[in-house]
């Protein structure tokens, strides 16, 4: 009788390893592909900075530069703090991997925002690099997106994610239950 409890002890346990292996080989899968697009995106970025920064002999302005320089330690920082949440999977680092996302967000809308003043302030180099430079940093907030993704998994398996990040939404409790709903009753 013992023995039948230790064995349906163990198949608990065996079944939870592989649960568990199955949720990591998934964090794997998802890490592997948003590094993919991290890389298509670098790639994007340098192609674009040749073809019309370089070969045009064109230069960003001195602020939008030191712009385009934050928000790449920025993305480094993050890519750092993403791999440690991804190899550790300590939840209170993928917290903050997300409240870095938002930062990194703010910026780009901040930075977009400046260069448009020095348009309007007719700034020679931000006028010749205008479309270029709103490209550029809205491609570092995708990557830093891709690289923010990392703490998902971790954020899901803690049970701390909301279900959506409108504010004051809730959920629509009829999209889950069973039955017709009114959108599909006769």
Request: charged content about 30%; proline content about 3%; some cysteine.
């Amino acid at each position: 009788m013992a023995k039948a409890r230790s064995c349906s002890g163990c198949a608990r346990l065996v079944v939870a390893q592989e649960t568990e292996e199955g949720r990591r080989w998934a964090e794997v899968l998802s890490f592997a592909i948003n590094m993919e697009h991290v890389g298509d995106a670098i790639e994007r970025v340098l192609v674009d900075v040749e073809e019309k920064k370089i070969r045009k002999n064109r230069r960003f302005s001195e602020a939008g530069m030191a712009e385009i320089s934050h928000l790449h330690e920025r993305l480094q920082a993050n890519l750092r703090l993403g791999m440690g949440v991804f190899l550790d999977g300590r939840l209170a680092d993928a917290e903050r991997l997300l409240q870095e996302k938002a930062r990194f967000r703010d910026l780009e809308h901040g930075y977009a925002a400046s260069h448009i003043a020095r348009l309007q302030d007719n700034t020679p180099d931000s006028i010749e690099t205008s479309a270029l430079h709103l490209d550029l940093i809205a491609e570092l907030k995708r990557i830093n997106s891709h690289l923010c993704s990392i703490a998902y998994p971790i954020l899901e398996s803690g049970g701390v994610l909301a279900d959506t990040r409108l504010r004051g939404a809730v959920p629509d409790a009829s999209e889950n239950a069973p039955g017709p709903t009114s959108r599909h009753a006769a």
